[in-house]
Each structure stands twice: as structure tokens, then as C-alpha cells.
């Protein structure tokens, strides 16, 4: 009998443990998922003088962080990413929660991630005119600075909840955060190539951008898997 009663029990609990999570929760994407090297000049506004490809697709890295979560995961294809054109992380996102609640219960879903090209430039960013939709993160180098590079993200971690209303991004230390687009890197090497304005050291810069890229992605991430599941 008190066999039969524990085999009752953890199956219940089980059971609960499986509804909960089993929610489903939507994900959007949006984004240039190549790792790409550019090499600039300019000073008020950077000018691309070569961008080239550096063999390396980050979707999958992407995806595989979402079967580590273990939330019922929904790939949709049907969102419309201009109504977060005039998202502001400082004064309130109403209208957009607005449509994003509709949203999720059109597609009979719990909460929203979101990954998207942000491309929100500071009027002031000599970046703002560089890249348009061709380079989303990866190393930049600049003519005149020889020994110095940068880690350039462009990505953007969203995420809402129906039971809170509130579209949010993760909070993260500083070198976590993805908030930031720029991160300097000095090295004892010239970064490029003068003639073909290609990466010098391509596999060794690469490897340790990539390390610092997917540490920072998956914290983004898991905050916002630690929300969503305590939400549910």
C-alpha cells in the first residue's frame, strides 16, 4: 500500500512538474548569424574599406542553448519585428506589450524570446551608417590602429512574459552584458593586413571571440530561461 502510495505520488509530481514546463513558449529570431571580421577608417563616421566572412555560423550555438533549457520551445516565423522599432528600455514599452500580449495568445504561447538585430545607434555612433543588415557581431579593426581590435555584438536578447506584461532583457554584469557594442582588445600583433585589410591570426582571434561571444550569450540566456520558468 505505501508503495503504491509513493508510485502515486511521484508520478503526480512528475506530472506537474512536466505541465508546468511544458507551457509553450514562442521564439523569434532575426538576426545576420555569420561571425564576420570589418576593417574601418573614418572618425565621425566609419567607413567599411573590406568586411569578410570568417567561416563561422552561430545560429546553431544559438539553438542549442534552447534545448539545454528544457522549455517547450515554439520556432515561429509570423512576427512582424518592426513593432519593436521604438522600444526603450528606460521609459516603459506599453504599446508594444499591447500587441506582444495579443501576440502570444494568437500563437497560444506563455511568453516571447527574442533575437533580434537591434541596430539603435546614438545619433553621435560613427557606426550608424556602417554595416545596415550585413554584420551583426564579430571583430573589428581600424586603419591607423594597428595593434588594437574590437569585439563588435549587434544582437539583442528580448524577452516577455504574458503573466507579467512586461517585455524585458536580461540583466547581466558588465562583461556579460550584450547592452554594450564595442568591447576593446589590445594585442602585441599587428590585427590586419595592410594590403588585403584582412584579420591577421584568423583561426587564434576567432577561437577567442567566439569563447567570450557564446560565455556572454548563454548568461543572457539563462536569465531569461530562469524567468520564463519561474513565471510558468
Known amino acids: 500500500m505505501i508503495k503504491k502510495l509513493f ?6 509530481s512528475t506530472s506537474i ?21 570589418a576593417h574601418l577608417k573614418g572618425f565621425w563616421n566609419y567607413h567599411a574599406l573590406n568586411i569578410e566572412n570568417l567561416g563561422y555560423n552561430i545560429s546553431p550555438y544559438i539553438d542549442s542553448l534552447g534545448q539545454e533549457s528544457k522549455l517547450d520551445l515554439k520556432k515561429l516565423d509570423n512576427f512582424d519585428f518592426s513593432e ?22 494568437q500563437n497560444g504561447i506563455e511568453a516571447l524570446i527574442i533575437i533580434r538585430s537591434q541596430n539603435m545607434y546614438h545619433v ?38 504574458v503573466k507579467t506584461d512586461k517585455l524585458e532583457y536580461p540583466i547581466t554584469p558588465r562583461k ?32 577567442e571571440f567566439l569563447k567570450d561571444f557564446k560565455t556572454r550569450l ?7 530561461v530562469e524567468k520564463i520558468k519561474s513565471s510558468l
Open 124 to 161: 553621435l555612433d560613427p557606426l550608424k551608417n556602417t554595416f545596415g543588415n550585413d554584420f551583426d557581431f564579430g571583430i573589428l579593426s581600424h586603419k591607423g590602429n594597428k595593434k588594437m581590435m574590437r569585439y563588435y555584438n549587434n544582437i539583442q536578447f528580448l524577452y516577455y512574459i
Open 84 to 105: 519593436l522599432d521604438y522600444f526603450d528600455s528606460r521609459y516603459g514599452n506599453k504599446r508594444i506589450e499591447k500587441k506582444l500580449n495579443e501576440y502570444c495568445k
Open 7 to 12: 508510485s502515486l505520488l511521484v508520478l503526480l
Open 176 to 207: 556579460e552584458s550584450l547592452i554594450y557594442p564595442e568591447k576593446p582588445i589590445k594585442a602585441d600583433y599587428q590585427v590586419y593586413d595592410e594590403e588585403s585589410k584582412t584579420l591577421n591570426n584568423k583561426e587564434k582571434n576567432k577561437t
Open 17 to 37: 512538474f512536466l505541465n508546468i514546463f511544458a507551457q509553450k513558449v514562442g521564439i523569434v529570431e532575426n538576426y545576420n548569424s555569420e561571425l564576420k571580421h
Open 218 to 224: 548563454k548568461a543572457n540566456y539563462s536569465i531569461i
